[in-house]
């Protein structure tokens, strides 16, 4: 079992795209500069937009982060958007989900420019990813096909079953992976899928992004199968200081002895998100350099 290092690959990656600022900026070049919204206090959200900011910083990348109010009204929120839709200065940025209920993310995703779309949520990019046009990938299956690549794991005619069906993971990752390049045969499952461990069970490579911690067990996953964990679940553990631990979708314990190769949580999948967008977001400012 080769347990995949997320955070050292996405070490990696943050340095590959310092030495490139470097060089912007030595050339008088404009510095990548990416905005975050951040509406409410999801401790989960303000975590993650935290990784985001501090990533930038490490990167030489420029990052403002916009807290908002969890009861700030739709309409301000598509004006903050529509302002950094203006700001020249702005490269790229992204409105952290989840939104608070009165919010219809779609309404928000929709009023992003394309151009500054770096989660690449805009239908416009969501439709080029789709006919494998040049745009920006939505963050973590980019991260996850990143990974795969550098750990040499061929997905080539590869039987994939991604558990999931989100905007954000789910579904873009099975159409990353049954595009052509990667050429896997994709089977994308929810909740309403029958026979699910049977499927699951016939897959070569899992990709588990479903949000219930522990969900995949040792008995629904092939010898030998690839693991890739996408589940972030707080769940209470009076023993740790922060009272709760970081679980996966995947029973890790059990399953791990199982793979070839499996991601762990937290270290896995997580970290690179991060290094995703800021991997979009450099080539947003580059776009702009070029203009
Ligand atoms: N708009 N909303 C938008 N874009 C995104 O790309 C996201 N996502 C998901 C949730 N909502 C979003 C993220 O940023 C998930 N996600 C994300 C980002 C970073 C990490 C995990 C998920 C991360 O840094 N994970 C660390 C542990 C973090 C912790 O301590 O809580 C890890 O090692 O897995």
Redesign the pocket.
């Known amino acids: 079992m080769i347990l995949i290092d997320?955070?050292k690959v996405a070490e990696e990656i943050k340095l590959e795209l310092k030495s490139e600022v470097d060089v912007l900026r030595t050339a008088g070049k404009k510095i990548p500069h990416l905005a975050a919204i951040l509406v409410g206090e999801n401790p989960?959200?303000m975590?993650?937009v935290n990784?985001?900011v501090k990533s930038c910083a490490d990167a030489g990348f420029v990052s403002t982060l916009i807290k908002k109010e969890g009861n700030i009204s739709e309409e301000e929120l598509l004006k903050v958007v529509e302002e950094l839709n203006q700001n020249p200065d702005i490269d790229g940025f992204?409105?952290?989900?989840?939104l608070p209920k009165h919010i219809d993310e779609l309404t928000v995703t929709m009023a992003i420019d394309p151009a500054k779309d770096v989660?690449g949520?805009h239908p416009v990019n969501f439709g080029k990813m789709a006919q494998g046009l040049p745009c920006f990938l939505p963050?973590?299956p980019y991260g996850i096909t990143l990974l795969l690549k550098y750990y040499n794991i061929d997905t080539v005619g590869k039987n994939v079953v991604v558990v999931g069906r989100s905007h954000?993971v789910g579904t873009p990752m099975s159409i990353l992976l049954s595009r052509k390049g990667a050429d896997a045969t994709v089977t994308l499952t929810h909740s309403r899928t029958k026979n699910l461990e049977e499927i699951i069970s016939q897959a070569d490579i899992v990709i588990a992004a479903i949000g219930i911690p522990h969900f995949i067990k040792a008995d629904m996953v092939k010898e030998g199968a690839v693991v890739i964990d996408v589940g972030?679940n707080r769940v209470e553990d009076d023993t740790a200081i922060k009272k709760y631990k970081?679980v996966g979708d995947v029973d890790f314990e059990n399953v791990a002895p199982k793979c070839s190769y499996i991601t762990p949580?937290?270290?896995?999948?997580?970290?690179m998100?991060?290094v995703s967008?800021m991997k979009n977001t450099y080539l947003a400012a580059l776009n702009k350099n070029a203009r």
């Not at 992204?94 to 989840?98: E, M, T, Y």
């Not at 949580?265 to 970290?271: A, E, F, I, S």
């Open positions: 997320g955070k989960a959200s975590a993650y990784n985001k992204i409105v952290q989900l989840p989660d949520f963050a973590t954000i972030i970081l949580v937290p270290g896995g999948v997580g970290p998100t991060v967008l």
